[in-house]
């Protein structure tokens, strides 16, 4: 539903946010929704969802689809805009791909954005598991290994309010810890340097994950390794996959760094002059 009280300053716009709305409100399965859905879910009135959809389309972010309208591939360009601006994706596909060749499992990195975390690259193997994932995929963080990474890496003090943020995941997880034991782990990935889910998402899904840090030390990312429960024991997971997994954040990491330690100079260019 619409934050009806979201924006109160004079330079707020509504009409971006309403549309924002309606981007959103598209959910994993429901690839086309009618007026009705779309109004019911975003609480705008359907002649105004009718507008932002028809100026959608006319962008080519969006389709007429039968009774309904459906997105199309063009609104990824609005998610890779912000992976391509952090250059992440660049420097750590090389190093994903080797961990892949090396492990024979999928690896996948991922950004908190509130209570949840959000894909941004992906290197996959095909296997049949319980939730496909995707860039943009979003799952609840305390069930994820990438999310403990990324609480763990938070001030302790702000946790409890990331945590009572409403996720827009659309997934139940298995695992609803107390915030008392929540904080207890996260105090134990801290300790350690990365966090292990097993099963705590969904059946079948196990994966271990630690952080990818800038030139200051800071984390600014998670990166996992995911297996299927039934092949690959926690024992495996740990034992064998994750010191790969660990060298590889470290050597993103500091590719990272050296790029973003790189000066960047703006070559001024003499005005050509004239002779008489």
């Known amino acids: ?41 975003t609480g705008l009135a359907r002649p105004t969802v009718r507008r932002i959809l028809l100026t959608l389309e006319a962008l080519g972010y969006a389709r007429s689809e039968g009774r309904g309208f459906a997105l199309t591939p063009r609104v990824l360009e609005l998610g890779m805009a912000y992976v391509n601006s952090l250059n992440l994706w660049e420097v750590a596909r090389p190093h994903m791909e080797e961990l892949v060749a090396t492990t024979g ?20 193997v095909p296997k049949i598991v319980t939730l496909a994932v995707s860039i943009g995929t979003r799952f609840p963080a305390p069930a ?4 403990k990474v990324l609480l763990a890496a938070k001030e302790p003090r ?12 659309g997934i139940v997880a298995r695992y609803r810890p107390t915030l ?8 134990e990935v801290r ?39 039934a092949e690959t024991s926690v024992e495996t997971l740990v034992e064998k996959h994750l010191p790969h997994l660990l060298r590889t954040a470290a050597d993103i990491s500091a590719d990272y760094a050296r790029l973003a330690a790189v000066p960047t100079t703006t070559v001024a260019v003499p005005a050509s002059t004239t002779t008489a």
């Open 1 to 41: 539903m619409t934050d009806t009280g979201r924006g109160t300053g004079p330079d707020f716009i509504e009409a971006l946010a309403r549309g924002l709305d309606v981007l959103r409100s598209f959910r994993p399965g429901q690839p086309s929704m009618t007026l009705s859905d779309i109004a019911s879910e």
């Open 105 to 124: 499992e999928s690896t996948s990195m991922a950004q908190l954005d509130g209570c949840d975390i959000v894909y941004v690259a992906r290197v996959a």
């Open 144 to 147: 994820t290994s990438m999310g």
């Open 158 to 169: 702000v946790v409890p309010d990331i945590l009572a943020e409403h996720s827009r995941s």
């Open 180 to 187: 008392d034991s929540f904080m207890t782990a996260l105090q």
């Open 191 to 229: 300790a350690r340097g990365w966090a292990l889910a097993d099963q705590d998402l969904a059946p079948g899904i196990r994966s271990v994950a630690t952080g990818v840090r800038d030139g200051n030390g800071q984390v600014i990312a998670a990166i996992n390794v995911t297996v299927h429960a």
